[in-house]
């Protein structure tokens, strides 16, 4: 069975500054996805990055980033100049591949509620 | 982008009565539906999964009696909280897939009081 562990409970930032938020997993899938979600107090669940396991090249998008380590099983995220906006809860998330197509069960985080103060 | 409605957004019932809520893709066809229970600061927690037209797969420790999940069709899955008491109080969220993406699509959740 997969694991996710988030670290963090809560962390808080300065607006503008840039921040990381910590995650480890656990599986012994050789194909699979990670994903960083958001969800601000609305409670609606947003994606923010995916990451293939299969590329090598860290997933890029604006202002948040990731540092995929895959032997380290190490997923952390990245974000940039941040703003009041970003406060919300963060979960990490892991999928293993589907080789029928389609999505299978996400695997979630405790997660990590962010801060960011103005 | 993928759109995933829920109705309805917010609910209360009395202890005993049934709930039934309703979770729909509004631009793609789900072939698969996820339904999740969060309880307040805390993770969500994937209650069954349901492809169309197949009995829906629960996780370990839900009761299947009580959360009847439906999925009758590409674009609808429905959740019934049967004979509902408080300890059912809580916001659930279903998600939808179609077999091009890997990537689930979230609706906005129900947040179910029972009294």
């Known amino acids: 069975a997969q694991t996710v562990t988030q670290s963090q409970p809560e962390m808080s930032v300065q607006e503008a500054e840039t921040v990381t938020l910590s995650c480890t997993y656990d599986t012994s899938e050789s194909n699979y996805y990670l994903f960083w979600y958001k969800q601000p107090p609305s409670r609606q669940m947003i994606l923010v990055i995916r990451?293939?396991?299969?590329?090598?090249q860290n997933a890029t998008e604006n202002r948040f980033s990731v540092n995929f380590q895959k032997a380290a099983k190490s997923f952390s995220l990245k974000i940039s100049d941040s703003q009041l906006g970003d406060t919300a809860m963060y979960f990490c998330?892991?999928?293993?591949?589907?080789?029928?197509?389609?999505?299978?069960?996400?695997?979630f985080g405790k997660g990590t509620k962010l801060t960011v103060n103005p | 982008g993928a759109v995933v409605s829920q109705h309805p957004s917010r609910v209360i019932c009395k202890s005993g009565t049934s709930v039934k809520i309703e979770c729909r893709s509004l631009?793609?066809?789900?072939?698969?539906m996820f339904w999740y229970r969060q309880f307040p600061k805390q993770s969500l927690m994937l209650m069954a999964t349901s492809n169309e037209g197949s009995k829906a797969t629960y996780e370990q420790g839900v009761e299947k009696d009580k959360f009847l999940i439906n999925h009758a069709s590409l674009t609808l899955s429905t959740l019934t909280v049967t004979s509902a008491h408080p300890e059912d109080s809580s916001f659930y969220i279903c998600?939808?897939?179609?077999?091009?993406?890997?990537?689930?699509?979230f609706g906005p959740g129900t947040r179910l009081t029972v009294l």
């Open positions: 998600s939808a897939a179609d077999r091009f993406h890997n990537e689930q699509f």
């Open positions: 631009d793609f066809q789900a072939t698969t």
């Open positions: 998330a892991f999928m293993k591949y589907s080789n029928q197509g389609g999505s299978e069960k996400l695997v």
């Open positions: 990451q293939e396991a299969y590329k090598q």
